[in-house]
């Protein structure tokens, strides 16, 4: 049996090399594999800090899929090559009273679906993480949320797949099929069961997906200490600054990525003077140093949105499988998606039921 897999982010990698591990044949259909949206990420593995009223639905699947995560990067590492799981945590950093409101609203919300998260006075913040500026009034400490290397992990992936034998097919798609995967030059790869992994792009291979996925622009700085600079922390950093929402995820290479604006501009990748000012201004209001670091990439990707940000994993017709809308949790949920499709493909029970794309189908949202 051959299965295609259209989309070479960390989606795609992750499925692919799933379910060649599983002595499938798998072809990967992707002009530039590795790159897109998952190239730009800030890697966060963060179902605690991405929860929101309105959308509970996040948290049981992320923290089912974070639980995967050590294995996975375990699997990858004797595989391939080193992902950089961290293993640090993550401190949340309110500036005004207003963000500290918004923070407490969040710890309360948190509270009342089973997660307390510990509160922490500024001074008490400063102590964990020395680079946290003056005027970070309170926060919160989540040791659970972690964070990987988005281009190692995706590194590693793209070779682990090839190691495997998953043949790769550089070029687009146009459209999937029963059949395969038409591309876009009037060729088609033959298969018996194709996935949809192309991330914002997913929504035009398919009509089911007419609608149902949107792009969702981020953009994402590249900072690096430099000699004589403070060094960057060695949690995760999210804060808020003035309502506005910023990250920033140390590298073990001295890096510092700071995100993620999010915007709804249809197929838009331009990085704006605004963005990159905001983010830069935020990033140097929680962490004053990252002042003296140099400014290294800009950058900015698209995610995958749908209707209630959750993902789409599962049948659109016989043959053809989708697994996308993964929204700000691509690498998240990386490893529930590929175990996810696996069990698909194998007959088993869809084991995240949440995200079948019958929700939609049925009228309900
Ligand atoms: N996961 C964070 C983001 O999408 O910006």
Partial sequence: MQIAVVGGGVVGLSVAWRLVSAGRRVVLVDPAPTTGASWVAGGMLAPVTETWPGEEGLLPIGSASLESWPAFAGELRSAAADPGLRTDGTVVAALDAADAAQLETLAEHLASLGREVERLPGRA???????????????????????????????????????????????????VRGGGVELADGSTVDADVSVIAAGAWSGRLHPALGGLVRPVKGEILRLRGRPGALPPPGRT???LVESRSVYLVPRSGGELIVGATQYEAGFDTDVTVAGVRDLLADAERVLPG??????????????????????????????????TGHHRNGFLLAPLTAAAVLALLDGRPHPAPVTDPARFRKGET
């Fill in 125 to 175: 913040l400063r102590a964990l993480e020395p680079g946290i500026g003056p005027s970070i009034r309170s926060g919160l400490l989540v040791p659970g949320d972690l964070a990987v290397d988005n281009r190692e992990l995706l590194r590693g992936l793209h070779k682990a797949n090839r190691q495997a034998g998953v043949d790769f097919v550089a070029a687009s798609a146009a459209a």
């Fill in 237 to 239: 950093v999210r804060a």
């Fill in 290 to 323: 990252t002042g003296e670091y140099a400014l290294v990439e800009c950058a900015a990707g698209l995610r995958a949105g749908s209707r209630d940000n959750l993902p789409l994993i599962g049948w659109l017709e016989p043959g053809v499988l989708v697994a």
